[in-house]
Nanobody
Framework: VQLQTSGGGLVQAGGSLRLSCAASGLIFSLYRMGWYRQAPGKQRELVASITNSGETNYAGSVKGRFTISRDNAKNTIYLQINSLKPEDTAVYYC??????????????WGQGTQVTVSS
């Protein structure tokens, strides 16, 4: 299984970025997908998630600025990030998670992409 993350970069405050995560080696449509981030010296935190049926959930600090979406035909999720703030600076990780009906759990991480926001 691979989760290939891309789209990070250096951007000025107020700017936008779109992150992508392309999955391979799994049945993508069965997975709940999410974006996490980890800033220096801080714990990794959930930013946004999307179920296999398209329900979304956001951390309070990003609600209204971040939009998660998925394209099951392309095995890809996206994170549209608008109105970037310096506190959004972090490494962003893609995550795929599945719990089967019989209780097995599958959990995968992408390699992370750096987002740096300058003030």
């Amino acid at each position: 299984v691979q989760l290939q993350t891309s789209g990070g970069g250096l951007v000025q405050a107020g700017g936008s970025l779109r992150l992508s995560c392309a999955a391979s080696g799994l049945i993508f449509s069965l997975y709940r997908m999410g974006w996490y981030r980890q800033a220096p010296g801080k714990q990794r935190e959930l930013v946004a998630s999307i179920t296999n049926s398209g329900e979304t959930n956001y951390a309070g600090s990003v609600k209204g600025r971040f939009t998660i979406s998925r394209d099951n035909a392309k095995n890809t999720i996206y994170l549209q990030i608008n109105s970037l703030k310096p506190e959004d600076t972090a490494v962003y990780y893609c995550n795929g998670r599945r719990t089967t009906d019989w209780g097995s759990e599958y959990y995968y991480w992408g390699q992370g992409t750096q987002v740096t926001v300058s003030s």
